[in-house]
């Protein structure tokens, strides 16, 4: 399934319930930084190290899935609604950080 | 592309930039949610109708692009750390939401 | 009471639960995170205009001032363990604003 | 310095820029959040043990400080605007707290 036809999806999902009409892009970024708000408390208590086992636990895992699969929900709408491509921009930003952060060693003669 | 394509190519950034020590899930989520303290930043003194307006301006679009961008790749990253399907995860969550969300006059007899 | 009363009434209620050892910066700067996540929350699908009129819906009222509160706790806990004077970085701050966004049309001669 | 007089400083700096117009719950909220999200990259790479250690680095600590200060300045704004005491709100949180967190051992007959 690619990125547009879960877009469509999630497009679908709000038009038959007539949620559209909240669903303009300053709602919908305060939608993603509720639902990374959800996430970011799930994280808060951690060590760093509890952090990166937190998926051997059962629940906690669900919940984490569930928070993650939300932030997603809101940045593809947000994409959709914007008409960003989600991919063209994440390759773009990535030439860009790359000439920023070049590979320590690389490129020499 | 696929979703996990782009996070390869993310994965690969990192690990050539030895910064793979700094990615743990806690930090990751820090840093998705800075990246979205930054879109709020675009949009927050904006009236919604405004902001549904905000890609015909280019340099406001260019803002946007680049900010949705970072939020993407760091969702990308905190999947791929935690070893979380985004798309099986999304699909889940869906499927949990249609049931919580029935569509209004659907369903009848 | 003041806000080094209202600090150390946090600190004692922190200690009282033996919760100092997750009281470091980083991990209050999440807290304080999620909690203004909470707030978004409430208000994401509002329309500006219904905003500004939330707190005569008593069980909203009530949501927000508790969410407020949260947000409140968890900046002066910050600032305590961060040992900033709350106070002392908000006119600081203001003077610098006040440098950088002069008053239209005043200060002319 | 109280609260209050804290407060009406803000308010005051707002009403001689004319920025009242953009300062509805809504926006204050994201306002907020956004400032949350400049302090959370701060800390994004930072181990727990180097968050406490940040403000013996002068130019770190200028820009904790300043961060701090911000969201300071927008949760007054955002408390004013709703009309809520942040004090009292604090307080009723916290008795509120008291309940649903005792101490550990306390209150035994």
Chains 1, 2, 3, 4 share one sequence.
Do not use: C
Not at 35 to 57: K, N
Not at 75 to 95: F, P, S, T, Y
Request: glycine letters at 8%; hydrophobic letters at 50%.
């Amino acid at each position: 399934m690619t990125i547009a036809s879960l877009q469509r999806a999630l497009s679908d999902f709000a038009a038959e319930r007539d949620w559209e009409q909240f669903h303009n892009p300053k709602n919908l970024v305060m939608a993603l930084a509720g639902e990374v708000g959800e996430l970011t408390e799930i994280f808060q208590w951690l060590a760093p190290e509890q952090s990166a086992m937190i998926m051997s636990d059962e629940g906690q895992a669900d919940a984490v899935r569930a928070e993650v699969a939300d932030v997603f929900a809101y940045l593809l709408r947000l994409a959709d609604v914007l008409g960003i491509d989600l991919e063209a921009a994440l390759r773009a930003k990535m030439i860009k950080n790359a000439v920023k952060y070049p590979v320590p060693g690389a490129g020499g003669g």
